[in-house]
Protein backbone atom coordinates (compact mmCIF):
# COMPACT_ATOMS: atom_id res chain seq x y z
CA UNK A 1 0.00 0.00 0.00
CA UNK A 2 1.30 3.16 -1.10
CA UNK A 3 -0.40 5.39 0.98
CA UNK A 4 -2.28 5.10 4.57
CA UNK A 5 -3.98 7.31 6.38
CA UNK A 6 -4.32 7.08 10.52
CA UNK A 7 -4.73 9.05 13.41
CA UNK A 8 -1.64 9.90 15.25
CA UNK A 9 -0.36 11.16 18.42
CA UNK A 10 2.34 13.57 17.90
CA UNK A 11 5.58 11.98 19.72
CA UNK A 12 8.86 14.15 19.08
CA UNK A 13 9.49 16.82 16.26
CA UNK A 14 13.20 17.25 14.80
CA UNK A 15 14.72 19.21 12.38
CA UNK A 16 16.37 17.97 9.39
CA UNK A 17 17.81 20.22 7.13
CA UNK A 18 16.85 23.90 6.74
CA UNK A 19 13.46 22.85 5.19
CA UNK A 20 12.09 19.89 6.39
CA UNK A 21 11.17 18.23 10.00
CA UNK A 22 11.04 14.52 11.23
CA UNK A 23 8.09 13.70 13.19
CA UNK A 24 7.56 10.48 15.45
CA UNK A 25 4.03 9.41 15.61
CA UNK A 26 1.94 6.87 17.33
CA UNK A 27 -0.25 5.81 15.01
CA UNK A 28 -3.19 3.78 15.11
CA UNK A 29 -3.13 1.99 11.94
CA UNK A 30 0.96 1.19 11.74
CA UNK A 31 2.19 2.10 15.65
CA UNK A 32 5.21 4.16 16.01
CA UNK A 33 6.25 5.49 13.25
CA UNK A 34 8.65 8.40 11.77
CA UNK A 35 7.57 10.47 8.56
CA UNK A 36 9.44 13.48 6.72
CA UNK A 37 7.49 16.48 6.83
CA UNK A 38 8.92 18.65 3.85
CA UNK A 39 8.86 22.21 4.12
CA UNK A 40 7.09 22.40 7.37
CA UNK A 41 10.21 23.76 8.94
CA UNK A 42 10.26 26.54 6.09
CA UNK A 43 6.48 27.50 6.10
CA UNK A 44 4.37 26.94 8.84
CA UNK A 45 1.60 27.50 6.62
CA UNK A 46 2.11 24.12 5.16
CA UNK A 47 0.82 22.42 7.84
CA UNK A 48 -1.13 24.99 9.42
CA UNK A 49 1.08 25.13 12.56
CA UNK A 50 -0.44 21.64 13.49
CA UNK A 51 2.92 19.82 14.17
CA UNK A 52 3.09 20.45 17.85
CA UNK A 53 3.63 18.61 21.00
CA UNK A 54 0.05 17.02 22.67
CA UNK A 55 -2.03 16.35 19.61
CA UNK A 56 -3.39 13.87 18.14
CA UNK A 57 -3.62 14.15 14.21
CA UNK A 58 -5.40 12.72 11.16
CA UNK A 59 -2.39 11.90 9.07
CA UNK A 60 -2.17 10.70 5.42
CA UNK A 61 1.36 9.59 4.28
CA UNK A 62 3.08 8.40 0.94
CA UNK A 63 5.25 5.77 1.78
CA UNK A 64 8.27 6.30 -0.07
CA UNK A 65 9.90 4.20 -3.32
CA UNK A 66 12.71 3.22 -1.91
CA UNK A 67 12.44 1.79 1.54
CA UNK A 68 12.88 5.43 3.20
CA UNK A 69 11.09 7.25 5.37
CA UNK A 70 7.11 7.86 4.75
CA UNK A 71 6.69 11.15 3.73
CA UNK A 72 3.68 13.46 5.50
CA UNK A 73 1.03 14.22 2.93
CA UNK A 74 -1.28 15.82 4.99
CA UNK A 75 -2.13 16.68 8.73
CA UNK A 76 -5.77 17.26 10.16
CA UNK A 77 -6.57 18.36 13.56
CA UNK A 78 -8.46 15.33 15.37
CA UNK A 79 -8.08 16.46 19.31
CA UNK A 80 -5.90 18.96 20.67
CA UNK A 81 -5.03 17.49 24.71
CA UNK A 82 -6.06 21.49 25.67
CA UNK A 83 -4.69 22.94 28.45
CA UNK A 84 -1.25 20.76 28.53
CA UNK A 85 0.96 23.26 26.99
CA UNK A 86 0.66 26.21 28.95
CA UNK A 87 0.72 24.15 31.82
CA UNK A 88 4.98 23.32 32.70
CA UNK A 89 3.65 20.72 35.17
CA UNK A 90 1.22 18.86 32.79
CA UNK A 91 4.18 19.73 29.86
CA UNK A 92 6.26 17.63 32.21
CA UNK A 93 4.66 14.75 32.41
CA UNK A 94 3.37 14.48 29.08
CA UNK A 95 6.69 14.95 27.88
CA UNK A 96 7.44 11.68 29.90
CA UNK A 97 5.32 9.55 28.77
CA UNK A 98 5.65 10.34 25.26
CA UNK A 99 9.49 9.41 25.67
CA UNK A 100 8.29 6.22 26.61
CA UNK A 101 6.70 5.63 23.70
CA UNK A 102 8.83 6.91 21.52
CA UNK A 103 11.92 4.96 23.37
CA UNK A 104 10.02 1.99 23.75
CA UNK A 105 7.95 0.75 21.36
CA UNK A 106 8.85 -1.37 18.11
CA UNK A 107 8.13 0.73 15.47
CA UNK A 108 5.88 -0.05 12.16
CA UNK A 109 3.72 -2.47 14.15
CA UNK A 110 0.20 -1.37 15.25
CA UNK A 111 -0.20 -1.21 19.16
CA UNK A 112 -4.14 -0.32 19.36
CA UNK A 113 -3.85 -0.33 23.22
CA UNK A 114 -0.77 1.55 24.16
CA UNK A 115 -2.54 4.49 21.20
CA UNK A 116 -6.02 3.98 23.31
CA UNK A 117 -3.54 4.78 26.89
CA UNK A 118 -1.39 7.54 25.60
CA UNK A 119 -4.94 9.25 24.22
CA UNK A 120 -7.01 8.87 27.28
CA UNK A 121 -4.01 9.71 29.90
CA UNK A 122 -3.09 12.76 27.75
CA UNK A 123 -7.25 13.73 27.44
CA UNK A 124 -7.35 13.41 31.04
CA UNK A 125 -4.57 15.11 31.83
CA UNK A 126 -5.16 17.92 29.88
CA UNK A 127 -8.79 18.15 30.98
CA UNK A 128 -7.88 17.90 34.52
CA UNK A 129 -10.29 15.68 35.32
CA UNK A 130 -8.03 13.44 37.56
CA UNK A 131 -4.82 14.17 38.95
CA UNK A 132 -1.81 14.15 37.28
CA UNK A 133 0.12 11.63 39.78
CA UNK A 134 -2.73 9.60 39.67
CA UNK A 135 -2.67 9.50 35.65
CA UNK A 136 1.13 9.01 35.60
CA UNK A 137 0.71 6.22 37.92
CA UNK A 138 -1.80 4.71 35.87
CA UNK A 139 0.20 5.13 32.25
CA UNK A 140 3.19 3.59 34.26
CA UNK A 141 1.89 0.43 35.34
CA UNK A 142 -0.34 0.07 32.24
CA UNK A 143 2.13 0.71 29.72
CA UNK A 144 4.70 -1.79 31.76
CA UNK A 145 1.78 -4.72 31.17
CA UNK A 146 1.25 -3.80 27.76
CA UNK A 147 5.29 -3.81 27.27
CA UNK A 148 5.68 -7.70 29.23
CA UNK A 149 6.96 -5.85 32.54
CA UNK A 150 4.39 -5.48 35.04
CA UNK A 151 5.32 -5.56 38.45
CA UNK A 152 4.39 -8.61 40.57
CA UNK A 153 2.05 -7.21 43.20
CA UNK A 154 0.00 -9.81 44.31
CA UNK A 155 2.55 -12.34 45.10
CA UNK A 156 6.36 -13.00 45.81
CA UNK A 157 8.17 -13.57 42.77
CA UNK A 158 10.12 -15.77 44.68
CA UNK A 159 7.74 -18.60 45.99
CA UNK A 160 4.56 -17.45 44.78
CA UNK A 161 3.48 -16.35 48.89
CA UNK A 162 0.03 -14.49 48.34
CA UNK A 163 0.77 -10.78 49.75
CA UNK A 164 -1.76 -11.31 52.71
CA UNK A 165 0.06 -13.83 54.29
CA UNK A 166 3.35 -12.24 54.18
CA UNK A 167 3.73 -10.68 57.27
CA UNK A 168 5.20 -6.77 57.96
CA UNK A 169 3.19 -3.70 57.05
CA UNK A 170 5.45 -3.25 54.59
CA UNK A 171 7.31 -5.55 51.99
CA UNK A 172 10.16 -5.53 49.93
CA UNK A 173 9.94 -4.37 46.44
CA UNK A 174 13.01 -5.94 44.24
CA UNK A 175 13.27 -4.22 41.28
CA UNK A 176 15.16 -6.79 39.33
CA UNK A 177 13.00 -9.44 40.25
CA UNK A 178 10.28 -7.51 39.06
CA UNK A 179 8.11 -7.39 42.20
CA UNK A 180 7.47 -8.21 45.60
CA UNK A 181 9.34 -10.10 47.79
CA UNK A 182 8.68 -12.38 51.23
CA UNK A 183 10.70 -12.17 53.81
CA UNK A 184 12.49 -15.68 52.89
CA UNK A 185 13.20 -14.95 49.36
CA UNK A 186 15.09 -11.42 50.41
CA UNK A 187 17.75 -12.70 52.11
CA UNK A 188 19.18 -13.17 49.66
CA UNK A 189 21.26 -9.81 49.07
CA UNK A 190 20.42 -7.28 46.42
CA UNK A 191 21.21 -3.82 44.95
CA UNK A 192 17.83 -2.97 43.71
CA UNK A 193 15.85 -2.79 46.94
CA UNK A 194 13.10 -0.72 47.92
CA UNK A 195 10.13 -0.99 50.67
CA UNK A 196 6.85 -0.64 49.72
CA UNK A 197 3.65 -0.58 52.21
CA UNK A 198 1.52 -3.16 51.44
CA UNK A 199 -1.65 -0.70 50.79
CA UNK A 200 0.26 0.45 48.08
CA UNK A 201 1.39 -2.50 46.69
CA UNK A 202 -2.96 -3.11 46.25
CA UNK A 203 -3.57 0.01 44.44
CA UNK A 204 -0.90 -0.29 42.07
CA UNK A 205 -2.83 -3.83 41.57
CA UNK A 206 -6.08 -2.36 41.31
CA UNK A 207 -4.79 0.98 39.07
CA UNK A 208 -3.89 -1.91 36.94
CA UNK A 209 -7.00 -4.05 36.91
CA UNK A 210 -9.47 -1.92 37.03
CA UNK A 211 -11.87 0.04 34.21
CA UNK A 212 -10.02 3.11 33.89
CA UNK A 213 -12.17 5.40 34.80
CA UNK A 214 -12.46 3.38 38.17
CA UNK A 215 -9.00 3.32 38.54
CA UNK A 216 -9.22 7.47 37.94
CA UNK A 217 -11.73 7.33 41.48
CA UNK A 218 -9.38 5.61 43.65
CA UNK A 219 -7.65 7.50 46.58
CA UNK A 220 -3.96 7.65 47.56
CA UNK A 221 -2.95 9.68 50.68
CA UNK A 222 -0.07 12.26 50.15
CA UNK A 223 2.20 9.42 51.33
CA UNK A 224 1.04 6.64 49.65
CA UNK A 225 1.39 8.63 46.20
CA UNK A 226 5.23 9.79 47.03
CA UNK A 227 5.44 5.94 47.60
CA UNK A 228 4.02 4.69 44.42
CA UNK A 229 5.74 7.77 42.31
CA UNK A 230 9.44 6.59 43.64
CA UNK A 231 8.67 2.88 42.87
CA UNK A 232 7.47 3.39 39.61
CA UNK A 233 9.71 6.22 38.61
CA UNK A 234 12.55 3.74 39.69
CA UNK A 235 10.83 0.72 38.09
CA UNK A 236 10.22 1.89 34.29
CA UNK A 237 13.77 2.99 34.10
CA UNK A 238 15.19 -0.04 35.51
CA UNK A 239 13.61 -2.13 32.70
CA UNK A 240 13.91 0.89 29.95
CA UNK A 241 17.92 0.57 30.95
CA UNK A 242 18.33 4.27 31.42
CA UNK A 243 16.69 7.16 32.95
CA UNK A 244 14.47 9.09 30.14
CA UNK A 245 15.05 12.53 30.17
CA UNK A 246 11.88 14.05 30.92
CA UNK A 247 11.75 12.13 33.73
CA UNK A 248 14.85 14.04 35.46
CA UNK A 249 12.76 17.38 34.16
CA UNK A 250 9.78 16.08 35.70
CA UNK A 251 11.40 15.44 39.54
CA UNK A 252 12.85 19.02 39.07
CA UNK A 253 9.19 20.89 37.95
CA UNK A 254 7.61 18.55 40.92
ZN1 LIG B 1 9.04 -15.80 48.62
Known amino acids: MLCFSSPAILLRRTDYGDYDLIISFLSLARGRISVIAKNAKKSRKRFSGLLEPFAKLDIVCRASRRNGMPVLQE ?16 TAYASYWTELVHGWVEPYRPQPEIFRLLDYCLDALGSGRASPHL ?4 FQMRFLGLAGFAPHLDACV ?19 KGGIVCNGCSAEQGRFRMTISRGCAK ?3 WIRGYDANAAMRLRFDARSMAEAQRIMEAFVPYHLGRVPKSLKFLKDVR
Open 203 to 205: RLS
Open 158 to 176: GCGLPLERIPGGSVVFDLA
Open 75 to 90: AAMNHVYAGIRGDLFE
Open 135 to 138: VSIL
